[in-house]
């Protein structure tokens, strides 16, 4: 997926890993935000829910993706 997002090629990275494509962008503003607060003083609380979601997802998302038959197997 990284060779393909560095030849510009987004197609074929979504076809690698569709999931960590969409993740990746969600989690660079959350980590923004989550530092921007830290910066101004604020201890802002890290949703233990938001995090419980995501890791069940990413888990799924795995198992899934690597199932026999799955149409968006990478190198395919």
Do not use: C, E, K, Y
């Not at 949703?47 to 979601?53: A, E, G, H, Y």
């Amino acid at each position: 997926m990284g060779h393909d997002l560095l030849r510009g090629d987004l197609a074929a990275a979504a076809h690698d890993n569709l999931f960590l494509l969409v993740l990746l962008p969600i989690a660079a503003a959350w980590g923004a935000w989550f530092w921007l607060q830290r910066r101004r003083g604020r201890r802002p609380s890290l949703p233990v829910r938001s995090l419980i979601t995501v890791v069940v997802i990413a888990v799924v998302w795995g198992v899934v993706r690597n199932l026999p038959g799955f149409p968006l197997i990478p190198g395919g």
